[in-house]
């Protein structure tokens, strides 16, 4: 029995006045469909879409302007629900002009003592989200609110030849990765508890088979509508993955490259990103 439940929300339109963002009307659009078609309780708001921190080089003109431009970028991908964001041409006008979309911004010491530039200060932004949305709202581009699901996330972690549930509190590391790949792509993940029952009914094995129905049967518990699996492999230098995500009665599979951690880790999200946002999200009506 598959844990996934078809959603159509890809009814749901914008009800705004020109060239205006009615936050709060859309918000309560959303909620009231999320409630109707019984998302369930892993549908949660999910918080500081708009805010950025990245590492500038150092507080002068031309690093700031990077750093804003670098994390518009990634604000963008948050919001926008179309193939190749960036390379959108209401994409590109914006990060050419990525401050006059800058709400606030403040520095602090840039995290690890020992860097080698002592220059370097984390750099947080806030952006408008009024003005941003408005601006894609106009160009008519396809947008993934930020009333979103959770996703279960099954990851096996293969070291040394040995496979192993992916274990937060003795993984600091990929804990940290998982936990930045969530923030950047703004995807709510929940984990697998892992208790002595569920490891009685999976096996590390099985939640990489290719037959997911035992896998998808332990996941009906978290009554959520997505549950990814992953096999992350180090190999030392560098990181691999490959990646199932079990949504809507279909799989989607996909890999990451030998790559820094953090980057295999984010190719890992950001393809659940791509498909749950493609089916979630609302292209704006003009009126």
């Known amino acids: 029995m598959a844990i996934v439940k078809k959603q159509n929300l890809n009814s749901l339109e914008f009800v705004v006045k020109k060239h205006k963002w009615n936050k709060l009307l859309f918000?309560?659009?959303?909620?009231?469909?999320?409630?109707?078609?019984?998302?369930g309780v892993y549908a949660v708001e999910v918080e500081g879409l708009f805010e950025v921190e990245l590492i500038a080089e150092s507080r002068q003109p031309q690093h700031r302007h990077q750093t804003i431009k670098k994390a518009?970028?990634?604000?963008?991908?948050?919001?926008?629900?179309e193939d190749e964001p960036l390379q959108l041409d209401v994409?590109?006008?914006?990060?050419?002009?990525?401050?006059?979309f800058l709400m606030r911004y403040q520095y602090s010491l840039a995290p690890g003592g020992g860097r080698s530039n002592d220059k370097a200060r984390l750099m947080r932004m806030i952006f408008n989200d009024a003005q941003i949305m408005n601006l894609l709202r106009i160009s008519e581009i396809?947008?993934?609110?930020?009333?979103?699901?959770?996703?279960l996330f099954w990851l096996v972690v293969e070291q040394n030849?040995?496979?192993?549930f992916f274990n937060p509190d003795?993984?600091?590391?990929?804990?940290?990765?998982?936990?930045?790949?969530?923030r950047i792509k703004g995807v709510p993940i929940i984990l697998p508890m892992l208790d002595l029952e569920e490891r009685n009914k999976i096996s590390v094995s099985e939640a990489l088979s290719a037959?997911?129905?035992?896998?998808?049967f332990v996941s009906e518990r978290y009554d959520v509508v997505s549950a990814l699996s992953g096999r992350l492999v180090d190999h030392g230098h560098c990181w691999s993955a490959e990646w199932a995500l079990f949504f809507d009665e279909a799989i989607t599979q996909w890999v990451s490259p030998c790559s820094a951690l953090n980057e295999a880790m984010l190719k890992g999200v950001d393809g659940v990103?791509?498909?749950l946002a493609r089916y979630y999200s609302a292209k704006p009506l003009l009126k």
Do not use: C, E
């Not at 918000?27 to 998302?39: C, G, N, P, T």
């Not at 030849?161 to 192993?164: K, M």
């Open 27 to 39: 918000q309560l659009a959303v909620a009231s469909s999320v409630l109707f078609y019984h998302i």
């Open 72 to 81: 518009l970028g990634i604000v963008l991908t948050r919001v926008i629900a």
């Open 91 to 100: 994409a590109q006008k914006m990060l050419n002009h990525a401050q006059n």
């Open 142 to 151: 396809k947008v993934w609110n930020n009333i979103r699901p959770k996703t």
């Open 161 to 164: 030849n040995q496979r192993r």
């Open 170 to 182: 003795k993984m600091a590391d990929l804990d940290n990765a998982l936990n930045q790949a969530s």
């Open 211 to 216: 037959n997911s129905d035992r896998l998808l």
């Open 273 to 275: 990103y791509r498909v």
